[in-house]
C-alpha cells in the first residue's frame, strides 16, 4: 500500500491472476499472481625603491626624481596618532605667485619635533619628511644639485632689486650650502651701504655661512659633523659628504636641489646610505626679508635610531666682534654690530609661534679657548660647546637682554680683558638633543633668520551671530557658524575651527577678505559633520589673518547635534490581537530636537522586511516612522519595532520561543520512515515547528528531543520538541486509519493437478481450491476502525482466444453464492482487531463453478484477475 485518498475512503487494491487448465481429462490448477494499485494522489616607500630592484636607489631616485618628489611633496600622514596636526603655534607658507606678502609665509608645522610615518620604510633611496615643512610649489624642472651656476631665491621672488636681500646657492664653492642673507649686487660696507649685510671684508663670500651635522647615540660622527671655517682638525659636514656631483665614495645619494615657483624659497634633499637617513632643507623668505630655515632628519631604517641635529654659523655682523644678547629663554638671541643687529629666532616673530626642535644654541667667539660660558671653544666637539657634553645646556635659558657673548654690550669695539684679536670672529652652534626615532619617523628644527626688526600683525578678531547651534547631521545650512570679522592690518584671512579631538578645518577652508583694512564682513564658517558627537560639542572659533596670525581670544560654539530615533519597545501579543497604538508604549528615548512636535506612525511600505502577520506565531517587524515636524524638510527616521506574535502551541521566556503544533497522520505516512532522522524531520515539517529569539528573532534551530512515534505506530503519540535556547513544547500526533491490505494471495490454483476432462457432465460443479492455507487476505488495522473486504472479476477466464464468463463465484458460510462478474462482493469484515486474515472453509470463498452443457467450455489453461477491495465501514 502506498497511500489513502481521503475523499473516496478507499485503499487502493491488489489484484489476482487466476488461472485454470481445461484439458480431456479432470480440471487442472490455477496460478494468482498479486500486484498493487495506488489510488491517493498526495609606507611609503615606491615598489620600485624595493633591494629587489637592478637599480640602486640613487639610480631610481635620480631617474624618478619628478615623481617622487611629487609624492613626497603630497605625503601626509593620516594616522590619528602621527597626523602633522595644525597649530596656533607654527608658521605658515602661503604659494603664490603675485608676489604679495602672502608668497613669503613660511609653512606649519607640529610642535611636536618627531612626526610618526605609518610603517617602516625601505632603505634604498630618500623617504619624507612625512609632513611637508614649507607649503608651497616647488619647480622640479630644474635641478640645480649638479649645476656650478649661482642661483637666487629672494622675498620678492626676483633678483636685483635694491636693498633686498637675496638667497645665494648653487655656486662653485658650495655645491649644496646656501649662504645666507647675500646679494647679487656687490654691496660696500663704505660706499655702498645697504640696510642688510651681505659680504665679507674680501666682497666674495656671502655670510653668515651654515654648515648641518648629525648626532648619533648623543655624539656627533665626524663624517657628518659640523665645521665654522675650519681647517683643522677636519670635520666633514653634510653638505661636504655630497660634494659638486654625487659619488659612490662619499655614501650619500639622491642629492637635489629646487626652487619653488614663487623664487622665494629653495629645498634640498639626500640619501645617506650609511646611517640610513633622509634629509631635507627648506629654506624660504617672508616679505619682512626674514629667512624661516627647516632642517629635517627622516629615519629611513627598518628598526629605531638614536637621532638629533646639529648646526653651525659662520657670522659677520658689521664686523666679527659683535656682542650676543639673549632674546630670553628658549626664544633665540640677536648678534648687535655698529649698523646691524642679527637677529636668531626659535619662535615665529609674527605669530611667536615655536618654529621646531631646536632647544639648545651658545653663540659669542668660535676660536676662543676659553672656557664656558663666556666663550665658545674648539668647534671640533660639540660637547665643548654645551655644559655637560654633547646633551648639555647652553644659553638658552639667559634671560632677555642679558650679554650672553664675550664683547662689551656698553662698546662693541672693545674686548674683555683677557680677550686678544685672534679672538675677533663669531659664531653660534645650535642643536637638538638625540631623540629615539621609530622607522619613517621624522625630527624637525626651524628657526627664523632677520637683520630687521618685525613689527607683530594685530590680530583679527571674529565674533559669533550665535553662540549655541541645534541641528541634526543632516542639516548643512544649520551646521553653519555665522558671524561677523575683521582686522585692523590686514585684509585677509580664514575662520578656524578647532573641534574637540583637537583637529582643525583646513587651511583652504572658510577664507575671507575684507577688501578694506578695519572693516568688519560678514563670514560663514560649515561644521565638518564627522567631527561631531551626538550630543553636546565645542567648538573654538578664530580669526586667522594671511600672516598666520591667530584671535587672541577666541569663542566658543556649542553645536547639539541631534540624532533622530528612539529605542523600541518589544511586543508580545496572541494571534488575532493588534499592536498597540500607544506611542508610550512603542517607543522610548526619543532623541530629537523638539518632542513636542512630532508625530509617531506605522510605515506600512515596511522597510525591515517582515511584515507583521498577526495570525501565525512568530517574529516580526512593525516599521514605525518618527517624523520631527519642525524642521524644514522634516526629519524622518525608522524606528523598526520587534512583535512576537503566540498561541497556545507557543512557548515563551524572556529569552526564546518555540512553536509547534499537534498534527494526524497516516500508518501508511510513516510506514516508509526507516530510521530515526526521517521520523525527526516527518515530525518537524507536520508541525511546523520553529524556534526563535524574541529580541532579534534569529533562528533558534529546533529539534526533536523525544518521540513515541514508530513507523508502526498506530492511535495517539507524542513528541516533545525543544529550540536551541532548550525551551521545549510537547504535541500529540494522532495516526488515522492504518487500515490496508497487508498481504493478498500471489495465486489461487483451482482443479485436478492434471486439469478436468471435458466433456465431463451436463451438470454443473465446482472446482474447490488447491492449497486452501495460503488462499488468505491479510488486513492490517492499527486504528481498530470498521472495514470490508470486497472481490470481483477485473479480467475474465482466458486460454489463447477462448474466454470463460461466469464460472468464478463467491460462496459464503451461509452458502449463499454471488457470481464475481456481475460486481464487487463483500468478502469480509472487521473492526476491533489490529490484524485480520480473511479466509474460507475449502467449500467456501471463491470457488470455480463449471456447467457441463457450456459449450464455450474448451481444453486449455485459463488465467483472469480476481480485484480486493478494501473500504472504510461503520
Known amino acids: 500500500m502506498k497511500g489513502n485518498n481521503s475523499s473516496k475512503k478507499r485503499w487502493a487494491t491488489t489484484i489476482l491472476m487466476t488461472g485454470i487448465i481445461l484439458t480431456g481429462m479432470m480440471p487442472a490448477g490455477s496460478i494468482v499472481k498479486a500486484v498493487s494499485r495506488d489510488d491517493s494522489v498526495i609606507s611609503t616607500q615606491e615598489p620600485s625603491q624595493l633591494t629587489n630592484d637592478t637599480k640602486s636607489g640613487f639610480e631610481k631616485i635620480t631617474e624618478d626624481v619628478d615623481a617622487q618628489k611629487a609624492k613626497e611633496d603630497s605625503s601626509i600622514v593620516t594616522n590619528k596618532e602621527t597626523t602633522v596636526t595644525e597649530d596656533k603655534n607654527v608658521p605658515v607658507v602661503k604659494d603664490d605667485t603675485t608676489k604679495t606678502k602672502e608668497d613669503s609665509s613660511i609653512a606649519k608645522v607640529n610642535k611636536a619635533t618627531a612626526v610618526k610615518a605609518k610603517a617602516a620604510v625601505s632603505v ?104 665654522v671655517g675650519l681647517s683643522s682638525p677636519t670635520i666633514s659636514t653634510i653638505e661636504s659628504a655630497v660634494g659638486r656631483r654625487p659619488s659612490a665614495s662619499n655614501k650619500i645619494n639622491g642629492y637635489h636641489l629646487y626652487k619653488n615657483k614663487a623664487g622665494t624659497g629653495f629645498k634640498a634633499i639626500m640619501y645617506d646610505t650609511v646611517y640610513k637617513l633622509s634629509y631635507t632643507f627648506e629654506e624660504m ?234 572693516k568688519s564682513i560678514d563670514y560663514s564658517a560649515a561644521i565638518d559633520v564627522s567631527k561631531l558627537k551626538v550630543g553636546s560639542n565645542k567648538i573654538i572659533v578664530a580669526a ?51 518632542s513636542n512636535r512630532h508625530t509617531l506612525t506605522v510605515d506600512s511600505k515596511n522597510p525591515s522586511g517582515k511584515p507583521l502577520n498577526n495570525k501565525v506565531p512568530g517574529f516580526y517587524i512593525q516599521d514605525m516612522t518618527l517624523t520631527d515636524i519642525t524642521t524644514s524638510p522634516k526629519e524622518v527616521v525608522n524606528i523598526p519595532v520587534p512583535v512576537n506574535v503566540t498561541d497556545d502551541n507557543t512557548v515563551v521566556d524572556k529569552d526564546s520561543a518555540v512553536y509547534a503544533h499537534s498534527f494526524s497522520t497516516t500508518s501508511d505516512a510513516i510506514s516508509g520512515l526507516t530510521n530515526k532522522a526521517a521520523l525527526d524531520a516527518f515530525i518537524l515539517k ?56 497487508a498481504a493478498a494471495p500471489d495465486a489461487m490454483n483451482y482443479g485436478a493437478t492434471d486439469g478436468v476432462m471435458l466433456p465431463y457432465s451436463s451438470e454443473n460443479f465446482n472446482l474447490q481450491r488447491q492449497d486452501n492455507s495460503t488462499a488468505k487476505v491479510s488486513i492490517s488495522n492499527m486504528g481498530k476502525q470498521g472495514w470490508n473486504l470486497s472481490a470481483k472479476v477485473s479480467k475474465d477466464l482466458t486460454s489463447g482466444s477462448n474466454t470463460l464468463t461466469g464460472v468464478l463465484e463467491y460462496i459464503d458460510k451461509n452458502n449463499v453464492v454471488t457470481d464475481l462478474d456481475s460486481g464487487g462482493v463483500i468478502v469480509g469484515s472487521g473492526k476491533t482487531e489490529t490484524a485480520q486474515d480473511v479466509t474460507w472453509d475449502a467449500k467456501q470463498g471463491i470457488i470455480v463453478n463449471l456447467n457441463g452443457s457450456n459449450a464455450s467450455l474448451k481444453a486449455g489453461k485459463y488465467v483472469g484477475e480476481i480485484e480486493w477491495t478494501l473500504t472504510d465501514a461503520p
Open 124 to 227: 634604498t633611496g630618500y623617504t619624507g619628511p612625512t609632513t611637508r615643512v614649507i607649503n608651497t610649489d616647488w619647480d622640479t624642472s630644474t635641478d640645480y644639485a649638479n649645476s656650478s651656476a649661482s642661483a637666487y631665491v629672494s622675498p620678492s621672488g626676483v633678483q636685483g632689486r635694491d636693498d633686498e636681500p637675496v638667497l645665494y646657492f648653487g655656486n662653485s664653492a658650495f655645491a649644496f650650502q646656501p649662504s645666507s642673507l647675500t646679494n647679487n649686487k656687490a654691496y660696500d660696507r663704505t660706499t655702498n651701504a645697504s640696510s642688510w649685510v651681505y659680504t665679507t671684508d674680501t666682497t666674495k663670500n656671502p655670510d653668515p655661512k651654515k654648515y648641518y651635522g648629525i648626532i648619533i647615540n648623543n655624539a656627533i660622527p665626524a663624517d657628518r659633523g659640523y665645521a
Open 285 to 518: 623668505y617672508d616679505a619682512n626679508g626674514g629667512l624661516y630655515s627647516y632642517f629635517s632628519i627622516t629615519n629611513s631604517d627598518t628598526s629605531s635610531q638614536s637621532i638629533g641635529a646639529v648646526e653651525g654659523v659662520d657670522t659677520y655682523v658689521d664686523n666679527d666682534a659683535v656682542p650676543v644678547n639673549s632674546l630670553g629663554p628658549g626664544n633665540g638671541f640677536k648678534m648687535v654690530g655698529t649698523a646691524h643687529t642679527l637677529n636668531f629666532s626659535l619662535r615665529d616673530p609674527n605669530t611667536n609661534a615655536k618654529l621646531g626642535g631646536w632647544t639648545n644654541y651658545t653663540a659669542g667667539n668660535i676660536n676662543s679657548t676659553r672656557s664656558y660660558p663666556k666663550k665658545l671653544l674648539n668647534v671640533a666637539n660639540v660637547g665643548q660647546y654645551f655644559n655637560g657634553g654633547v646633551s648639555g645646556t647652553g644659553m638658552e635659558n639667559y634671560a632677555a637682554g642679558t650679554n650672553i657673548g664675550i664683547y662689551d654690550i656698553k662698546d662693541p669695539t672693545k674686548t674683555l680683558t683677557g680677550i686678544n684679536n685672534s679672538d675677533r670672529d663669531s659664531g653660534f652652534v645650535i642643536k637638538t638633543n638625540s631623540k629615539m626615532l621609530a622607522p619613517g619617523e621624522t625630527l624637525t628644527n626651524g628657526s627664523y633668520l632677520s637683520y630687521k626688526e618685525v613689527t607683530p600683525s594685530v590680530p583679527p578678531v571674529a565674533t559669533v551671530t550665535s553662540p549655541t547651534i541645534n541641528a541634526y547631521a543632516d542639516q548643512k545650512d544649520a551646521l553653519t557658524i555665522k558671524g561677523k570679522v575683521s582686522d585692523v592690518d590686514s585684509t585677509k584671512g580664514r575662520i578656524k575651527l578647532t573641534y574637540e579631538d583637537g583637529s582643525m578645518s583646513s587651511m583652504s577652508d572658510n577664507k575671507y577678505d575684507t577688501t578694506t583694512v578695519g
Open 544 to 594: 586667522v589673518d594671511e600672516n598666520d596670525f591667530e584671535q587672541d581670544t577666541p569663542v566658543t560654539v556649542t553645536v547639539n547635534l541631534f540624532k533622530l530615533g528612539a529605542t523600541p519597545i518589544m511586543q508580545t501579543i496572541k494571534t488575532g490581537e493588534t499592536v498597540s497604538t500607544d506611542e508610550s508604549k512603542l517607543v522610548t528615548n526619543i532623541t530629537i530636537m523638539n
Open 686 to 741: 507536520n508541525s511546523e515547528a520553529k524556534g526563535w529569539m524574541i529580541a532579534t528573532g534569529n533562528e533558534s534551530k529546533v529539534s526533536v528531543e523525544s518521540t513515541t512515534l514508530t513507523t508502526t505506530s498506530g492511535g495517539d503519540q507524542t513528541a516533545t520538541i525543544t529550540n536551541a535556547n532548550g525551551k521545549k513544547i510537547t504535541i500529540t500526533i494522532t495516526i488515522a486509519g492504518g487500515l490496508k491490505i
